[in-house]
């Protein structure tokens, strides 16, 4: 729990630095004579918003998300808690006037998930209790069905919808709920993932790109394991892309 706690106060804090460091480009005081500042001001005023976002149609990139509140209230999955690290690549497939769709694949090198388990022991005396705790696996995965279309295209500000597959390998199986009662109550180690979601995309100089988004996410075996539990999160994250 403190790992999510932290992570969310992570993303928080890199929204802040990237704006703080906007804020502080933007403000610096102008060395030129008070004759070429007035052109100079005209010049970057009629030109900043189309170059203050990426050109390029092809990007590379990072973000970090953590699940934030979730879908479920009961059941196996409530209370899970979810982080990911990824590394993305994107190519504008079409394009239009005010219209950017993109082909997304993500390379997903660290995913941590965190969920509750209820199981049951038999105790000493013939009756049996249920035992609550909380497990932490590790896992990596790829996400290459994405995309992604940009809405104002050419503009600073721009919001976006966008959907992904792909699959997830954890170092365990997931879940595990095995007792002597219940041998088989586990899950599997290959799970597959789906998502949906949108943010904003805020163009910044030298073809570079601040994300900012949420997306629903789902994590489930497909009934490849004894039992399939979804596991669903709702994510915010924020990450850099850079255009080349």
């Known amino acids: 729990m403190t790992y999510f706690f932290s992570s969310r106060s992570a993303v928080l804090w890199l929204i802040i630095l990237v704006f703080s460091l906007n804020s502080s480009q933007a403000q610096k005081p102008s060395t030129k004579t008070d004759n070429s500042k007035g052109k100079s001001q005209n010049q970057s005023s009629s030109s900043g918003e189309q170059t203050e976002y990426s050109t390029s149609r092809n990007e590379i990139g990072f973000n970090v998300g953590v699940s934030t509140f979730h879908k479920d209230l009961r059941g196996p999955s409530a209370g899970g808690n979810f982080g990911t ?27 941590i998930l965190n969920y509750p388990r209820n199981r049951e022991f038999q105790t000493s005396g013939g009756t049996t209790q249920i035992v609550r705790d909380r497990k932490t696996v590790y896992g990596y995965g790829i996400a290459p069905g994405g995309l992604q279309l940009n809405f104002r295209r050419g503009k600073k500000y721009q919001p976006f919808a966008a959907g992904n597959i792909g699959i997830m390998y954890f170092t365990q199986v997931v879940p595990d709920l095995r007792t002597p009662l219940n041998p088989r109550a586990t899950g599997a180690k290959l799970n597959f993932t789906a998502e949906m979601g949108g943010g904003l995309e805020i163009g910044l100089k030298n073809n570079r790109n601040l994300i900012i988004g949420y997306k629903y996410h789902h994590l489930s075996n497909l009934y490849t394991g004894n039992m399939n539990v979804g596991f669903n999160s709702n994510m915010v994250y924020t990450g850099m892309n850079f255009g080349f």
């Open 85 to 111: 690290l990824s590394f993305r690549y994107s190519h504008v497939a079409l394009e239009s006037r005010s219209l950017k769709l993109r082909y997304v694949a993500d390379l997903i090198p660290v995913a």
